[in-house]
């Protein structure tokens, strides 16, 4: 492994790829290979970290193509001190119990995830925006160090000879605040280091079509159980079924089924997609991504939910069978905070005038308000419990809280 001298040496290029990054005075640098992809593509522009032609600009729980960057122009050369010294401002590297002589022995290792996520996004290499080197270095590696230190303790409670059931890492976080791509770029690296990984949502686990007519039914005039969504909108014997079998996934040779859902069914209203499309994982497992809105959420008295909403007493009585559908199933969590919910309510807007200005469906104004406005007496009820004493049933060494500003972009490990 090599090893920076943070102090008096320049790290050569001897990367077999290239990076690029930029510092205060607007230099590069980068690391050349003498074998590059045939396959090349240009960084996108506008206001987000990442170019919308991106393959993961609309995750589908798959892993789309990967490419690299040709460069178009030269760049100056500078050290490998801009990308040490860009690392050790990231708001999460005390948080992950990493040091600067820790970061430098492992800075290899940072240009290797780096140069893999550029190549996952379609990014280019050279001229990475600043928006673009925050999220690769200041959030998706370092949590990505984390999961594999979480990996590690989990597997050394183990003897030789037994089997190893696989870490199930739960992420908590509001919509739209990228947690699906967060999830995306892990399991890409999971793959790219040679462990088995699978991602697991909570919207894998919605009602039928026809349960939520059902659930509909039986709460009319319950605007938070007229849609899926909402905790009463799941199939929790299903969940229960299938992380049961997650668990199991420890042996070499086993194989399932990853249920999904489909959210175009029935005019939006959504179904469980055929099980002829889901995707087969096989074992054995090292690491389960299970993700969702409002995983570790728990129930709280009466008069503190109807406060909020009267509508959310049905909700929160639904939400009492969560803990054993889920949260006991998971070993570590990442929780993603946000200062207030009506982030959700901007992010949501942004995405839908985005499809609309690409020409795609997408849901007006009115919409959008309406859409989120059945989300958000969850948000103001159980956020701020779920913020202060962390997720349901959550071991505290296990927990990494990470709080994220208006752009999606830690700002603080809490």
């Excluded at 379609?122 to 959030?139: A, D, I, S």
């Amino acid at each position: 492994m090599a090893t920076l001298n943070v102090f008096s040496q320049t790290l050569h290029p001897t990367i077999s790829s290239f990076c690029c990054f930029s510092n205060s005075n607007n230099s590069k640098f980068h690391f050349f290979s003498n074998s590059l992809s045939s396959h090349f593509s240009k960084s996108g522009s506008g206001s987000s970290w990442m170019q919308s032609s991106s393959p993961a600009a609309s995750i589908e729980h798959k892993k789309g193509p990967v490419y690299s960057v040709f460069p178009s122009t030269p760049a100056q050369v500078s050290s490998v001190q801009d990308l040490f010294e860009f690392i050790c401002s990231g708001p999460l590297v005390e948080k992950i119990g990493l040091t600067q002589e820790k970061v430098a022995e492992s800075i290899d290792k940072w240009l290797s995830y780096g140069r893999q996520l550029c190549r996952l996004f379609q990014l280019n290499e050279l001229f990475l925006t600043e928006p673009q080197k925050v999220r690769l270095y200041h959030y998706y590696i370092p949590v990505f160090l984390w999961c594999e230190s979480e990996i590690v303790q989990h597997q050394s409670k183990f003897k030789d000879e037994e089997d190893i059931p696989p870490l199930v890492i739960g992420f908590s976080a509001p919509q739209g605040c990228g947690k699906t791509t967060l999830v995306f770029a892990l399991d890409y690296l999971f793959q790219m280091i040679g462990r088995k990984s699978a991602t697991i949502s909570i919207d894998d686990f919605y009602l039928t079509a026809e349960g939520q007519n059902k659930l509909r039914e039986a709460n009319q005039g319950n605007a938070l159980l007229e849609f899926r969504g909402n905790a009463g909108s799941h199939d929790l014997a299903f969940s229960v079924e299938t992380l049961t079998a997650l668990t199991k996934m420890s042996k070499e040779g086993t194989k399932m089924k990853l249920p999904r859902y489909d959210k175009s069914a029935f005019g939006g209203r959504g179904d469980r997609a055929d099980p002829s499309t889901w995707p087969e994982i096989e074992g054995p497992l090292t690491v389960v991504l299970f993700e969702g809105w409002m995983l570790g959420f728990k129930p709280l008295p009466v008069d503190a939910v109807t406060s909020v909403d009267p509508q959310l007493e049905t909700v929160n009585k639904s939400l009492e069978a969560y803990y054993d559908a889920w949260d006991k199933y998971i070993d570590s969590w990442i929780v993603i905070k946000i200062k207030d919910p009506n982030c959700v309510f901007q992010w949501r807007l942004q995405a839908e005038i985005a499809m609309r200005e690409a020409g795609n469906p997408g849901m007006s104004d009115d919409e959008v308000r309406d859409f989120v406005s059945r989300y958000l007496p969850a948000y103001n009820a159980y956020l701020p419990t779920l913020y202060s004493q962390g997720p349901n049933g959550s071991d505290p060494q296990h927990l990494l809280s990470i709080e994220i500003d208006e752009k999606r972009n830690p700002i603080l490990g809490v």
